[in-house]
């Protein structure tokens, strides 16, 4: 007879999942397979991975003797556990967890069924949600394991067909749902009414911790070029303030960004852990899940070191994703380690949640600022060329309205062999030399050009980086040759390097160990030298746009010009026909 398991859906369709339980349990007593396919999407492994359940137990029983050579990679943290599950049998194939200090052994056994141990099946677990697998975790709800234990139990499928990824931590105590929605309710409503970018991150930061009880907490701005600054940061006296400690720009690998830009946050409640592995019957490297997006999965020992060395025991990061891209990151400590508490992830959640969306309004209103101020500054600037007899001359006298037209440093003006600047510039024959190069480059169908290091294309760029690092050049007209750049001073960013900073490492995972080998004895770290800010993907949209509405301009003056004289011309024709016989 099933036992009843105890729900806690967040998010979920409770009633309606409630009843599809019950009607599962009324019937044959297992769940239609179609049926299950069908919510889970999930398709059951292959004939020849899988054998009839007796036939399964007994081979993991037999196999479960040694430990298994195919996880030997795979640390796992402490606070739970995680078993790799046969969908279609409900076995155990592999979990993770030795018998502790005290002898007990671990929870969920090689060999074992999830209903034998809970009590129903883990595809009814999976169904009872209302949701579909997925490679985010989901939420399967609270159910009590043999012997009185209540766990919390969370489920994902990196990819259909492979095997589930259970994860089982332990239940937080009890709170109040209508307090922690009604708290959660009013820190969205301040988020929503602050005043500024600041009082949003200073807020954010204070909220966080309150919900998380952690000494200290952080947010992030990780700026295009790899280095990061410290724009809020709340604390108690456990744990010494990281404001204006800024890192200093280092390529980040291909794996920690798609991870960090996949939103996957890290959790690491005691920083002394003794990693796990996974016990069970071996199975090939590709078989393996990716267990990337686990709560319990490992740390890179550089991490822990550094943590520790910092006097953190306890960690919690966030990556913020603002329209689809990495914004910054949200880093918890705490000087003494903590209980782990699912609920208080999700709690965490929401708060981050809001106040992505409170950035991304803010994001979204400052480029709409930045439109509607370039085209009032280019219809501006056209509107005053239109009186003037030589539109492309009449440019050099126009560098200032050029300058407010984007965020830039300095402008130049190349009109033929005329030469006009203002703000920060290279030299005049630099300039000259710079206009040869980038005639080459800018052709009738390609007229726009940018970089945030110059000297990278052009080696003697590197002589006057300081004060023109990047360009953005538009060509205006051919005849005569005319084109604008605009130019971008280089960053400079001198830092105090105070050890190995790991705050992209926390979300790293065990794989990831780009970072270990960099040296923890270094006390001053390099300035960021020859790139300046990049040009954002607004502007270099409206810059294709004012180089188009320019050149067409010019190209109707032109033609304009050009048909002034033919009727002069032909004026004149009509006259001498008339008077010379």
């Known amino acids: 007879m099933c036992r009843r398991p105890t729900l806690n ?7 309606a999942a409630l009843f599809k339980v019950e009607e599962l349990r009324h019937t044959s007593g297992s769940a239609d397979q179609s049926q299950v396919d069908w919510c889970m999407q999930v398709r059951p492994s292959d004939s020849t991975k899988t054998t009839q359940g007796s036939d399964l137990q007994a081979q993991v029983a037999r196999e479960t003797e040694g430990a298994s050579t195919s996880f030997e990679n795979l640390e ?45 099946s883990l595809q009814k677990m999976i169904l009872a949600t209302g949701e579909t697998l997925s490679p985010c975790p989901l939420w399967l709800g609270q159910y009590e394991l043999r012997g009185g234990e209540v766990l919390a139990l969370l489920a994902q499928a990196p990819c259909a067909g492979s095997l589930v990824i259970l994860e089982a931590i332990p239940l937080p105590d009890a709170e109040c749902a209508a307090k922690a929605l009604a708290s ?65 720009a280092r390529p980040v690998s291909v794996e920690i960004r798609g991870r960090l830009e996949a939103g996957r946050f890290h959790f690491i409640p005691d920083v002394n852990y003794k990693a796990k592995r996974l016990k069970g019957s071996p199975l090939p490297a590709k078989e ?24 953190i025991e306890a960690s919690l990061s966030w990556p913020l994703i603002v329209e689809g891209k990495l914004w910054g990151l949200i880093t918890c400590h705490n000087a003494t380690a903590v209980s782990p508490n699912y609920i208080l992830l999700e709690k965490c959640h929401r708060l981050l949640t809001s106040l992505v969306e409170q950035l991304e309004r803010r994001e979204k209103q400052a480029a709409e600022a930045l439109l509607h101020h370039v085209e009032t500054s280019t219809s501006k600037l056209l509107r005053h060329l ?104 280089e960053q400079v960013q001198s830092t105090e390097w105070q050890g190995l900073n790991q705050s992209s490492c926390f979300l790293a995972g065990p794989a990831d160990t780009s970072l270990s080998a960099l040296s923890t004895d270094t006390k001053e770290a390099p300035a960021v030298s020859g790139k300046s800010l990049p040009w954002s993907d607004l502007i270099l949209g409206q810059a294709r746009l004012l180089q188009e509405r320019a050149s067409f301009y010019f190209q109707q003056r032109q033609i304009e010009a050009l048909n002034r004289q033919l009727r002069a011309a032909n004026r004149q024709l009509a006259e001498l026909a008339e008077r010379d016989p």
């Open 9 to 15: 859906i967040i998010g979920g369709r409770g009633a």
């Open 76 to 120: 796992l943290q402490a606070f739970g556990q995680l078993a790799l599950v046969e969908l279609k049998s409900d076995l155990v194939v592999a979990a993770s967890g030795y018998a502790d200090a005290h002898g007990q052994a671990p929870k969920l056994q090689p060999g074992e069924s999830i209903e034998s141990c809970f009590g129903t």
């Open 184 to 248: 959660l309710r009013q820190m969205h409503q301040r988020l929503t009414s602050a005043t500024d970018g600041q009082t949003l991150l200073d807020l954010a930061a204070r909220y966080l911790r309150f919900l998380s009880g952690f000494d200290r907490v952080i947010v992030r701005r990780l700026l295009p070029d790899g280095s990061e600054v410290i724009l809020a940061e709340a604390r108690n006296e456990r744990l010494p303030s990281r404001f204006q400690v800024h890192a200093p």
């Open 288 to 311: 393996i899940p990716d267990l990337s997006r686990c709560l319990l999965r490992g740390v890179e020992p550089t991490c822990l070191k550094s943590l520790k060395d910092e006097g």
């Open 386 to 489: 239109t009186h003037e007899a030589l539109p492309e001359e009449s440019l050099l006298t126009a560098e200032r309205d050029l300058l407010e037209i984007f965020p830039a440093d300095g402008v130049a003006i190349i009109c033929g062999a005329k030469i006009a600047s203002l703000g920060a510039t290279p030299a005049r024959g630099d300039l000259r030399r710079l206009g040869h190069c980038l005639s080459q480059m800018l052709t009738q169908r390609e007229g726009l050009f940018h970089t945030d290091c110059l000297g990278s294309h052009f080696p003697k760029a590197k002589d006057y980086a300081e004060v023109a690092s990047g360009a953005l050049a538009i060509r205006i007209s051919a005849e005569p040759n005319t084109m604008v750049i605009w130019f971008r001073r």
